[in-house]
């Protein structure tokens, strides 16, 4: 097919659960007038329509789980001007980098009747493990108004406007009373990037750190803090163990519970 | 005689990876192969040692498309596991989050997915060109799904604000009832869509489907209800897994699920419709009348009559809802603290249908074990039964629009793939075709 003149953009999915590429699906209102900025070439989920590389914008959703995704998504960077990862999965291996800390011979006897039928890696890790990123955009899900910001400036060349703050700033910003000071609630705010609005806080609940550890964070400042509000050494390896365990900053808080729980 | 291969590598507006393949020897269709190559994730094997209370937000994670059905799963089931029976306006709330699921995954697969098979286009994009207003109530109507979600769960893609037991936060009568005039604009949409697809030519087509759904007291099923067939099937959530048998086929990553002693079932719209068809709403009643939907609609490809008639139910009980609703004197209940394990099961109606979760949890609160069956997994055999007659009717088509129909047939069941590993790409082989 002739190329139009409009930036092509692929939308690539790997190991995930959708919601980060549907996240494109839900912007209602920008969705058409996009489609109109950029050729949609690529985009399994929403598209019959192929169109060939190369792509001069690459959404990526996903994690590298298997061989065969581990030498596509090196195809995928080939075709690719600027290749941007979206999500946890894509960014920290997501939920299913749990297995990283497990025995994933274990995992597939205990889903699978037959495990030799499933092709699958040890361990579940991000898009940059594998190819240079050009940017990556974080969350689980991502926020809607972060990805179009990303989309354009893209498109634009420049580099996105995505804070780098914590969720606690957020929760200033919207004037929400701190659940760890008013209510003892275990919150990782103080520790987490700032990107969802600072939703769970709002809604009287800790922030369960769905977007990964912000820049520079202080985690065993905080884990003090959670101990005082009750968390055991399993609650508290638990609560950085979840949508970005494997974010550096993350594992070494929930290894060092480990390791502290289990004594010198 | 001639063998040929028909394959499609990579399906798509399917939600998730998958593939198909078939078999042709002569006249005589050997094999059907609906493969998925979506990555095992895992999920059954990490939980264990996971706190109850991380269950709704974990298996949230399976499927970015219908989260609330993941998260409400596993609350009943772990309420049931705890003896806990939650009821009064927080089971309203539940119904009227499910709502909001229905009407933005319903929505989404009805204008963004299937729509374009009908009027011929690749996709909802090049759909609205020609169809501006069509595509635009679509989204609209997708946005008030989305919306209600975003009230009570915080955000539309895994919501944050439930938990076993009921919510974080309840929402005012003030903030829902502000939220009226967005479902009142819905509902013209809604009626509007229904009249639009009934309107659609469908091929010939009728099935023989074992028809398995929730049935409730009293309403349209989403939380709760036996589980019920239309050849006489009456059991409880915990007779499930004696039921229905879950096992491993080599060519895909995803479980199949049989009925034992019969075989393949349907789960979804067109199995909730002709079972609980006396349940819906006024107007979605009286508009299923209208627009001529019969009692039980046995043509895969009407399936998209019986979505649309399921968003104007969702609509129409979300109002009725949020009419009714006085916020709970707490938003949640308490689990109580047993000094022993425990153990429970739960079935809620997934946009796609049923959607089995049970777990059990030791006295520390930590899960033992658990156990997912997603409907897309109980459908993949009855898929690939629908394959197999449409391939033995249009043996005589040419490859491109054989492998259209049969896209076009897996569709129809809206699969959802992300949900099914623990599904799908078309591979259709005739042999000696020359592919």
Redesign the interface.
Known sequence: MPRTGRPRLGVF????????Q??L??C??E??PL?GAVE?ANF???????LDGPYDLSLVEGSI??PD?ARRIREVRAESRVLVTIGACATAG???A??NF?D?D???R?????PE??A?LAT?TAIRDHVPVDFELRG??INKAQLLEVILASLDGRIPNVPTESVCVECKRRGTVCVIVAHGTPCLGPVTLTG?GA??P????GC?G?FGPMDTPNTPSLVGRLTELGLDAG?VE?IFR??NATAPAFRAASEAARAGAKGP | MTDRTIAVDYLARVEGEGALTVRIHGRTVEDVQLRIFEPPRFFEAFLRGRGYAEAPDITARICGICPVAYQMSACHAMERAYGVRVDGAIRELRRLLYCGEWIESHALHLYLLHLPDFLGYPDAVRLAKDHPREVADGLALKKVGNALMQLLGGREIHPINVRVGGFYRAPSREELAAFRPQLEAALPLAEATVRLVAGLDFPAVEEDYEFVSLRAEDEYPMNEGAVVSNRGLRISADAFEREFEEFQVPHSHALQSVHRGSGSYLVGPLARYALNRDRLSPRATALAREVGLPESVRNPFQSIVVRAVEILYAVEEALRILDAYVPPPTASVPMPVPDHPVSGCAITEAPRGMLYHRYRVGATGLIEDAKIVAPTSQNQKRIEDDLRHLVERSLDLERAPLTDACERAIRNHDPCISCATHFLSLDLKREGDGA
């Not at chain 1, 999915?13 to 980060?20: E, L, P, Y």
């Not at chain 1, 205990?110 to 037959?114: D, H």
């Not at chain 1, 709002?202 to 609940?205: C, D, E, G, K, L």
């Open positions: 999915k790997f190991a995930s659960c959708d919601g980060c549907l996240t699906l839900d209602e209102d969705l058409l489609a949609i399994h989920e929403a598209t019959s329509a192929e789980t298997t995704d997501g939920i299913q749990l297995r497990a994933v274990e995992f597939r205990l889903v699978y009747a037959r039928y499933i699958t579940s689980c899900p969802c939703i769970c709002a809604f009287h609940r369960y769905c609650g638990r979840t949508f």
